[in-house]
């Protein structure tokens, strides 16, 4: 009959799992010893400013070697916008039930503007509490009625002047190298669109549990 090999662990496999747990532990501190925040030179006044690039609506979670910018997790699409606009935490943390404490940094601008990639045109973006009218999905327990809730809602329209001075733009700044020990680099830039100075970059690293993606 047919031979069947089942095949077990051996000391060398769980040797080459620690040293790359090891690896990944050193890579990961080597790395994060390069981050933080660097601010070389502040604005005043700044009412607006231009997106160079928008988030995906889609995030990803398990590519391992989607040079995609870890840090795009937490808003992506419309809600990356809506994070920039001055009311959009207020609307969102900044509740009578949310000690301040625990709010997020409150950093946000009048509007701002982003060239839409299907048309290639500048539109400004502002936001305010709107009523809107949301339906009751079967798929999460409804039963498909509509009902009205406010919420933090964008307006657009064509950019009326020129385009705004300062720009912030993400990147992501992993190597193949990195990604091999699932570990994402981010770099998020504020730019003086007039001279191309870097105002500002904050630089960060992440990687899931060692432990769960490591294990041989």
Request: with cysteine.
């Amino acid at each position: 009959g047919a031979l069947i090999f089942v095949a077990l662990p051996s000391s060398a496999q769980e040797e080459t799992s620690k040293t790359r747990k090891q690896i990944a532990e050193q890579m990961f501190a080597e790395r994060c010893k390069k981050a933080g925040e660097f601010i070389h030179r502040t604005a005043e006044n700044v009412e607006g400013v231009f997106l160079m690039k928008l988030r995906p609506e889609g995030i990803n979670y398990g590519n391992q070697f989607a040079m995609d910018d870890p840090y795009g997790r937490d808003f992506g699409g419309e809600a990356y916008i809506k994070s920039v606009l001055s009311g959009f935490f207020e609307a969102n943390y900044r509740r009578p039930e949310t000690p301040q404490t625990n709010a997020p940094p409150h950093v946000a601008y009048r509007y701002v503007e982003a060239l839409d990639p299907k048309d290639g045109k500048r539109y400004r973006y502002t936001g305010s509490m709107k009523e809107v009218i949301k339906t009751s999905s079967p798929l999460v327990g409804g039963d498909g009625s509509t009902f009205k809730v406010k919420e933090f809602a964008l307006d657009r329209i064509p950019a009326p002047g020129p385009m705004p001075r300062y720009g912030v733009t993400y990147d992501d700044i992993s190597t193949h190298e990195e990604r091999e020990y699932w570990i994402a680099g981010s770099s998020l830039k504020v730019i003086d669109l007039k001279s191309n100075e870097v105002m500002a970059e904050r630089i960060g690293y992440s990687r899931p549990a060692v432990s769960r993606v490591l294990s041989g």
